[in-house]
Nanobody, 121 residues
Framework: QAQMRESGGGSVPAGGSLKLSCAAS????????MAWFRQAPGKERELVAK???????VYSDSVQGRFTISYDDALNTLYLEMNSLKPEGSAIYSC???????????????WGQGTQVTISS
């Protein structure tokens, strides 16, 4: 059974840092399309960062320069390192993955349950 399990969320003051982890298992994890999304109350889910199909990394404008997405092949774990956190970044953060190697990274078959990140001002 495919699973993506996030960890590392919590409460931090503005300006602080957190590192989220997402352990993938139960499916063929060899994909070139993995991402982090977030959703705040009353708002639509938004892409935060992703590994695009050409191997590049893509970040939303709001996190560019502060967040870093990475992946450990040996551990099948996706990470999101978040620095200089801002209160408007408070949301549930979820990891997502395509189910195979893709030409266009836009559809995600597997999702984690999400982890809460709260940033106080």
């Amino acid at each position: 059974q495919a699973q993506m399990r996030e960890s590392g969320g919590g409460s931090v003051p503005a300006g602080g840092s957190l590192k989220l982890s997402c352990a993938a298992s139960g499916y063929n994890t060899r994909t070139n399309c993995m991402a982090w999304f977030r959703q705040a109350p009353g708002k639509e889910r938004e892409l935060v960062a992703k590994f695009d199909s050409d191997g590049s990394t893509v970040y939303s404008d709001s996190v560019q320069g502060r967040f870093t997405i990475s992946y450990d092949d040996a551990l099948n774990t996706l990470y999101l390192e978040m620095n200089s956190l801002k209160p408007e970044g408070s949301a549930i953060y979820s990891c997502a993955s395509a189910s195979r190697w893709v030409k266009i990274c836009s559809d995600f078959s597997y999702w984690g349950q999400g982890t809460q990140v709260t940033i106080s001002s």
